[in-house]
Every structure is written in structure tokens, then in C-alpha cells.
């Protein structure tokens, strides 16, 4: 199902005022698309993905809505949000199954967790372990203790549990990001395999690895201090990025082989602005080198070609 | 304005600035820690400056027997005559020395076995630790009964030595978890790596993190060394010479003083007693909120 | 100028330590000054056990770890161990840890006057850790004084690095040092350690990111489970791994501009059988070509 996120704005209560980590993003999913959402520390990547999912509660709906597939997701209701949880919206989190009691067999946990979700586990357990087989781990992974099994493998099981019940949008945050690479590739590609075989929806891949995102992203979205400053299908932005952040960060990042004798590359100077008490206009202001006056008003998100979509007054 | 030019004097010596700023303004607004510490602070001075006052030594027989409180003796005065009040600024005097001598002996045992096995590790830690198992295991009261029972002469001193010796082991154990912890971090690391010596590193860079921890360990240990000096002194096993709380409340049942109902006779160091040790553990919760910003009361 | 001669590394673990475990096995590298050594593992290939006992802060179990020729492990007492410091300096992975944080960020600095420049009046002293902070491209006014959360992990990385360049350093040794830190922010660090090669520091960079271990370095070491796989000019190394494992990390590792499917159609001629077992028959790493070094494939990959 498709996946419309549009100005969405979730702050957080602190002492000292609300943090406006989520102020304006806006993403369009299609379906059985897999999104990649990449930024740096502090751009409210992850802010994104717990407000499609369960907000805490410091975490505060300001403005902006989220459809799935048509239907509005009551996000900032806890309650109504209960229905769509794990069927409708799924998540797979960086250390699912490290949070997990380490003295209960695998196939135990995935049993209670299933029947607090109001699945009996009798009906599903031959397509559970169909779908274990799928990502490369047997049956008898059912009857081990998490302790015995690697990251890779835990990930695969919390990927195997968490769409189960074929969500109509999966979000996977930093999933892959504690994992050595082969495993990483491992899970990164059960991911895109069970995308392909309609178990899952659409998916938001959200990551700081924009190398990753390459691999799997059939679109991506850059954030930058809680907005949305570039989107669109993932070679167009690797090869043709509008937005100067967007450009500045793809040169920051080395490729494999590259050094520094051949291609010396330069950072971003400066950093993100403080979200307790944000400057107006763009955000990415202060840092760009292409800012003018006019950048004291906040650019529109707009398309600027088929798909592409930037929030930027220098971009055409 | 005299709090900001003490940060602003004490800046890069110690956790002053900003942080200890908060600290004390936190300090001054906990009820808990303000009363814990007034009383403290009056029982303290009482037992400091009073001797001074009353003159006269505490085991004098100055009035008439079994007088109750008046002008003349504000407390009464015992079946010997003996003025109930100078014997309790006497004894406040002797159960702050047990408290500051016994606690404070079990503190530095404790320091220098938490901070040596928690930042050495290896074998020197695996002997320091079974020693303070086989400590904490021992029956501290039973071997302080038995010991006090086979020295002829004991004072005071002999007395805060021993609840010293015996109660050091918790509060080794936990500054050694913490020390632990501590020592993996990488700010110890680029110490040593900056020529400092071991000790040095342990004072410097590991110690002012847990010093809130280190004042609630002393508060603890002042007061259960004050208990058990009690305790002892109450079955007849304390100093020999002299007076404390814990000896008046032994003469007085030993001399009838609760079938006589003269209670001017003991209820002053039983109050006593439990006003030092329940104010220092009000004024360790206290301190535990302006120490533990989850606790503080915003 | 460092030397690492078959440097081996057992932790006793379990119950009253009954149990060995191999964190680093017969290790051999030199880091010679203006070059950048970079160890590149996963966790628990033991990159950052040779780190810290390359700095002393983890003893050797067997082999020698030598620093223009001397011992290191045999520097005994204070002033032994504080003359080494003075050339061989560290940086760590966590900036926020590796900062006391009751303390403002110039302890750092204050740390090393004590023990190696008693000497220095208060003007001169300040005027050097300005300098210093200058040097790593930061603004001393904007950074001293302030309190280690006040600042980023990238200016404190920097700034670390500017307390090593206080002293005489020769080598140093960079222990994950850009992993915690922002995409935007970690070429420049990695540019700083360029710099620093240039004017002849030798450097030990451990890492886990392939991307990121070459692009400032000259030798290339990949660990896997405390042994070497395999070592050689970093070129060399990325063009034509030996090592089945290398080949594997080298497939698995995303790139922005090749998919993983290309990438194992790159790799797809066979590895060839294991240097080790296959060749002379000597215990350690084989040479296949100029300085480029292959252990043995090992469990599965080795017939033997």
C-alpha cells in the first residue's frame, strides 16, 4: 500500500522546551516500494519512525498526517493505533531480540508475542517456519535460546516475527547497522527478497549508511534537521543530487578503494542547528554555500522533476 | 552572587563549576538534607561546646540521688547523683568520635580496597575480593563481643578500631563495582597514557565521579559504626573509662532506673542516639535526591 | 619505528580462568613514520587489543611489540613508560566517554603539563594548547573551557587529537576513532590524519569500515578472528584480494555506485588454493607478490 507522509511535525516535551525534532517531513512511498530515509545523527530519521509506529511519551503530534493506502493512521491516538500495529505497521528496531529474556527458548518468545497481538500460533507456525527456511535458518532455531545465535541470525528471526501477519509497511530502523557486513548483506537482502514475494508492503529503510541505502532503496529521502530536504528514485539522487546537502554529503562519504592521495574530499563545515530553538527559513542555511536572502523563508518540498522532489530556492 | 564567584574562583580545581553550582543550589532546597542536617549540626555542637559549659567531670557525684529534671540539673541526675546532663554532652561527644573514628577507619578500608581491586584487577583483585567476602561473612557483633571481652582496658579508640576493621566490606564492594566501571572508561585510558601515576589517576580522574557516592558511603558507615558502638556499649562491652551514650543506657537498666521510673535517665541517650543516626540517614536520602537528578524534585 | 614481531594475545576466561581464548594470534606488522597502517576487522578480530597493546594498556602474552628497537613491554617504571607516551599516543572510539565529564575539555591538555612540562609559566603553556587546538582546525576560543556535552563529537575527536600533538608524538595509534561520528564530519578527521602522515607521523588506524580504512592508508591489514588474513600495500590489496575472506568482506560491503550482484561477478574467479598450506610450509603469512602477505584460509576454506 502506498505511504504518504505530508508535513508531519512531532516535537518533544523537555525541560526545557519542545525539541522540534520532526518540523515539516513529507515522503511518498509507493507500493511494495522500499524507501530509504538516510540523514545524520539528530535529523529525526528515527523520530519519523516511531511516530508511524507508537509514539512515547514525550513525543508530542503537532501537525501533519500520514495516510496508508488512503486511510489516515491515527498516530498521535495510542489506542486507535492498536489495530494497525504489527498487522498493518510492523517494525523491526536495531536490537530486537538483545531487549529479549535470555532465558526463554526462541520459539517460546515468538509464541507469547504472537498471542499478545491476538495471533494463535498453532495457525501460523508452519508458515513461521517457511519463512525461517526462506532467510536460511532451519526449524530447530525455534527450540534455542538467543544467546545462542549471532546478530545476523537474530536479526533474520526478528525479520521473519515481525512480518509474520504481511504488514502493509514495514520500518526497519538502523536494522542491519550493528551487523558485520556479510550479515548485513544477509538481512539486507532477506528484506528486499521478502519485499519481492509480497510479504511486506512498502518498507522504510531507515539508515545513516547512504552506501546501504544504494543497495536495497528503490527511492530515497534525505533529512536534515528534522525536514525532508530531497527525494527521489535512488540512482537519480546518487547521480543527480539537487539539493546542496545532499550534494556536499555524497562527497563527504568515501567509496571502497577511493583515497585520499587520488580524491581528496572535504566535510560539511559547521553543524546542524539546535532543534530546541531552530532558525527560521531553511535549516541548511547557515552551512550551504549556495544561500542567498531568499533562504530566510522556508523553501516548499516540490517536485523538480518526475519523482524528484526538493526543498531547496537554488534548485531547478 | 557569592555562589557564582565561588564557581567562578574554583573553576578547573575539583567538579566545581557549573555542576557543583547545581549541586548546592539543589543542596539548599532539598527539606530532607536542611533538616537532616540541622539536627546534626545541634547535637554536634552540642557535644562539642557543652563540655565547656557544664564543667566538672561527667562521673562526678554533684547532686542529690535520683533527682528528676530541674534548674539546677536540667536532666535530673542518676542513683549516684551524677548530673544526667553533663553525662550526655559527654557522651554525644564520645558516640560523634566513635562514629567519625569507627566510619571513618571502615571508609578508607573500604576506598583503598574498592579503588585498588576495581582499578588493578588480576590476581591482586581476586585476594583483596576474597578478603572482603570472608569480612563480610564473618559475624561482625559475635567477634567484636568475643574481642572486647579479652582486652582489659578499652577505650574508645580500641572500640572505633574494631567497628572499623569489621564493617568495611560492603562499602568496598560497591566502590570496586564502581571502580570497575569506571576504570574501563576511556578517560582513564588517555590518563595513563598522559604519564599519570596509578594513584594519582584514582584520585583524580576516578574518584570525582562517584564523590556523591563516596559522602552517602561515609554517612552510612558514621552511622552504623554510632549503632553498633551502642550496642556494644548497652551489653556492658564498651570503653572501660569514660561515659557514652550507650554506657548510660547500660547503667541505667543496670541500676534499675526503668523499675524505678526514673526516665530522665535514659531516655536522653536512647533520644540521642536515635537522633544522630535517624537525622544522617534522612539528610543520605536527601542527598541522594540532589545527587541523583532522576530523584530531583523540579 | 613500531615493529610488531608474532605478537599473541590470550584472555583467560571462565570459571577461574581455565579458559583460553585467542584474541590476537602471531601478529606481525611495522608502521614506519609518514605511513598509515590501517587494521581492519570486525568485532572481535582483536584490532583493538594489538591497539591497546601497542599503547600499553593491555600486556602481551607472547611476542614483541618494539618501538625503534627497544621493547616496548619491557619499559619498566614510571619515567620508562613516560618517555614512550611522549612519542606513542592514543584516540579512542567515544569521544564522550574518553573526556571526564565533571571536567571541562582542557583537562586533556592539563593532564600532560603536569608530567611533561613542569617547567612551562602559565602564558607559554596556554599559548601551546592554543596552538595545538589551531592546528586541528578548530577555533581555541570556541572550544576551550566548555564542558565535554557542549560540544561535538567531531571537535572532540579533534581535540583529542590536538592533546597527542602537544607532545613529541611519532606514532599514533587511532582506535575507531570516526565510527561514532557523522557522515558530514568524518572526512575531515580523516583528512587531519592525512595531514598529520604528510608531516611524518606514523599511524595505527583501526577500523571496521572498509570504505573508511582506505582511504587514508598506505599498508592495509585485514584481521579476522585475531590472525592475519591478509596484509600488503592498500592498493594491492583492494585490486586483488587472495584471502577468501577479503573477498567476501570486499562482495559484502555496500557501495553507493555497484551493486552486490556486480560485485560478485567481479570476484568471481576462484580464490586459488591456501598460500600456507599449498606453498613452503612456514607457519605465518605467505608472501604472494611484493609485500602483499596471505594467511592461511583456514577451517573452511583450507583443505588441510
Excluded at chain 1, 527559513?281 to 523553501?299: N, S
Excluded at chain 2, 569507627?102 to 578500608?109: H, M, Y
Amino acid at each position: 500500500m502506498t505511504v504518504e507522509v505530508s508535513e508531519l511535525r512531532v516535537h518533544y516535551r523537555t525541560l526545557r522546551g519542545s525539541v522540534q525534532a520532526l518540523d515539516g517531513a513529507s515522503l511518498e512511498v509507493g507500493d511494495g516500494e522500499v524507501m530509504g530515509v538516510v540523514g545524520e545523527s539528530g535529523c529525526g530519521k528515527s523520530t519519523l519512525g516511531k511516530s508511524l509506529i507508537r509514539m512515547d511519551g514525550r513525543m508530542r503530534h503537532v501537525g501533519g498526517s500520514v495516510r496508508l493506502g488512503g486511510e489516515e493512521l491515527p498516530i498521535a491516538d495510542d489506542r486507535a493505533m492498536q489495530r494497525f500495529r504489527y498487522h498493518e505497521v510492523s517494525l523491526i528496531p536495531q536490537y530486537a531480540m538483545s531487549a529479549m529474556n535470555p532465558t526463554r527458548r526462541i520459539g517460546r518468545m515468538i509464541r507469547e508475542l504472537l498471542e499478545s497481538r491476538g495471533v494463535r500460533y498453532a495457525e501460523v507456525r508452519r508458515e513461521l517456519e517457511r519463512r525461517l527456511e526462506l532467510v536460511g535458518l532451519g526449524a530447530d532455531v525455534l527450540k534455542r535460546f538467543p544467546i545462542e545465535l549471532s546478530g545476523g541470525m537474530k536479526q533474520r528471526v526478528v525479520l521473519v516475527l515481525s512480518t509474520l501477519r504481511d504488514p502493509s509497511l514495514l520500518i526497519a530502523d538502523e536494522a542491519t547497522s550493528a551487523l558485520d557486513v556479510a550479515n548485513q548483506r544477509a538481512v539486507a537482502e532477506a528484506l528486499v527478497q521478502f519485499r519481492d514475494r509480497g510479504f511486506i508492503g512498502s518498507m522504510l529503510f531507515i539508515t545513516h549508511d547512504l552506501a546501504l541505502v544504494a543497495q536495497l532503496a528503490d527511492t530515497v529521502t534525505v533529512m536534515y534537521a528534522g525536514r525532508s530536504a530531497e527525494s527521489a528514485p535512488t540512482s537519480e539522487l546518487l547521480r543527480r543530487p539537487r539539493h546542496p546537502y545532499t550534494r556536499m554529503l555524497l562527497s563527504a562519504v568515501p567509496e571502497v578503494g577511493t583515497t585520499i592521495d587520488e580524491s581528496r574530499q572535504e566535510g560539511i563545515p559547521g553543524s546542524p542547528p539546535a532543534l530546541l530553538d531552530p532558525p527560521s527559513g531553511c535549516r541548511f542555511k547557515d552551512r550551504c554555500p549556495l544561500a542567498f536572502e531568499q533562504c530566510a523563508t522556508r523553501p516548499p518540498f516540490i517536485e523538480v522533476a518526475s519523482g524528484h522532489r526538493v526543498a531547496c530556492w537554488k534548485a531547478e | 552572587m557569592s555562589l557564582d564567584t565561588a564557581a567562578a574562583s574554583g573553576e578547573g580545581q575539583g567538579p566545581s563549576g557549573r555542576r557543583g553550582r547545581d549541586d548546592l543550589r539543589f543542596a539548599l532546597r532539598n527539606p530532607k538534607l536542611l533538616a537532616g542536617g540541622t539536627v546534626l549540626a545541634v547535637l554536634l555542637l552540642t557535644g562539642l561546646v557543652g563540655p565547656a559549659f557544664t564543667g566538672g567531670a561527667p562521673n562526678a557525684y554533684v547532686g542529690p540521688q535520683y533527682a528528676p529534671p530541674s534548674g539546677d540539673h536540667w536532666f535530673g541526675t542518676t542513683s549516684f547523683g551524677q548530673d544526667v546532663f553533663t553525662q550526655f554532652v559527654h557522651g554525644l561527644r564520645a558516640t560523634f568520635t566513635v562514629g567519625a573514628l569507627g566510619g571513618g577507619i571502615a571508609w578508607v578500608l573500604g576506598m583503598a580496597v574498592g579503588f585498588l581491586g576495581g582499578y588493578r584487577g588480576g590476581l591482586l583483585d581476586e585476594f583483596l575480593n576474597m578478603l572482603t567476602n570472608i569480612v563480610l561473612v564473618l559475624p561482625a557483633m559475635v567477634v567484636l563481643i568475643i574481642a572486647a571481652a579479652y582486652l582489659e582496658a578499652r577505650g574508645l579508640l580500641v572500640q572505633s578500631l574494631f567497628i572499623g576493621l569489621t564493617t568495611w566490606p560492603w562499602a568496598a564492594r560497591a566502590i570496586r563495582a564502581q571502580t570497575f566501571t569506571l576504570a574501563g572508561r576511556e578517560f582513564v585510558d588517555l590518563a595513563r597514557l598522559s604519564g599519570r601515576r596509578p594513584w594519582r589517576i584514582i584520585l583524580r580522574e576516578v574518584a570525582p565521579n562517584m564523590y556523591s557516592y563516596l559522602v552517602m558511603s561515609f554517612i552510612l558507615l558514621f552511622g552504623g559504626a554510632v549503632l553498633i558502638a551502642a550496642g556494644l556499649d548497652f551489653i556492658g562491652l564498651g570503653p572501660t573509662e569514660g561515659v557514652s551514650l550507650g554506657l548510660m543506657m547500660h547503667h541505667s537498666v543496670a541500676w534499675g532506673a526503668l523499675h524505678l521510673g526514673t526516665w530522665w535517665w535514659f531516655v536522653p541517650p536512647g533520644v540521642g542516639i536515635t537522633a544522630v543516626v535517624g537525622s544522617l540517614y534522612i539528610a543520605n536520602v536527601g542527598l541522594d535526591e540532589v545527587f541523583n537528578p532522576r530523584l530531583r524534585e523540579l | 619505528m613500531l615493529t610488531l614481531d608474532r605478537v599473541s594475545k590470550v584472555y583467560r576466561v571462565g570459571t577461574f580462568g581455565t579458559q583460553p581464548l585467542n584474541a590476537v594470534r602471531d601478529v606481525s606488522l611495522t608502521v614506519p613514520p609518514g605511513v598509515v597502517v590501517s587494521l581492519i576487522g570486525e568485532s572481535g578480530s582483536g584490532k583493538s587489543t594489538i591497539g591497546r597493546m601497542v599503547l600499553r594498556l593491555t600486556p602481551v602474552t607472547s611476542g614483541a611489540i618494539a618501538f625503534d628497537g627497544r621493547d616496548v613491554a619491557g619499559l619498566s617504571g614510571h619515567r620508562a613508560r613516560k618517555g614512550y607516551y611522549r612519542h606513542v599516543q592514543g584516540v579512542f572510539q567515544d569521544p564522550f566517554s574518553s573526556f571526564n565529564p565533571i571536567f571541562p575539555v582542557d583537562r586533556v591538555f592539563d593532564m600532560l603539563r603536569g608530567a611533561y612540562f613542569p617547567g612551562l609559566s602559565d602564558t607559554e603553556w596556554r599559548a601551546s594548547v592554543r596552538r595545538g587546538t589551531e592546528r586541528v582546525g578548530l577555533d581555541p576560543g570556541q572550544v576551550l573551557g566548555r564542558y565535554p556535552h557542549q560540544l561535538s563529537g567531531g571537535q572532540l575527536q579533534r581535540l583529542l587529537i590536538a592533546r597527542a600533538l602537544t607532545l613529541d608524538i611519532r606514532l599514533l595509534v587511532a582506535d575507531e576513532i570516526i565510527s561514532m561520528l557523522d557522515a558530514s564530519t568524518r572526512i575531515d578527521v580523516l583528512n587531519l590524519l592525512g595531514d598529520l602522515r604528510a608531516e611524518g607521523l606514523g599511524i595505527l588506524f583501526v577500523t571496521h569500515d572498509l570504505a573508511l580504512g582506505t582511504y587514508v592508508s598506505d599498508t592495509t591489514v585485514i584481521l579476522r578472528r585475531g590472525a592475519v588474513a591478509e596484509m600488503g600495500p592498500t592498493r594491492q590489496v583492494y585490486a586483488s584480494p587472495r584471502h577468501p575472506y577479503t573477498r567476501g568482506l570486499l562482495a559484502s560491503v555496500p557501495r553507493m555506485h555497484r551493486t552486490w550482484a556486480d560485485a560478485d561477478a567481479e570476484l568471481d574467479s576462484a580464490a586459488g588454493p591456501c598460500p600456507v598450506h599449498s606453498g613452503p610450509g612456514t607457519a605465518g603469512p605467505v608472501e604472494v607478490g611484493p609485500d602483499h602477505f596471505v594467511g592461511c584460509f583456514s577451517d573452511d576454506a583450507c583443505p588441510e
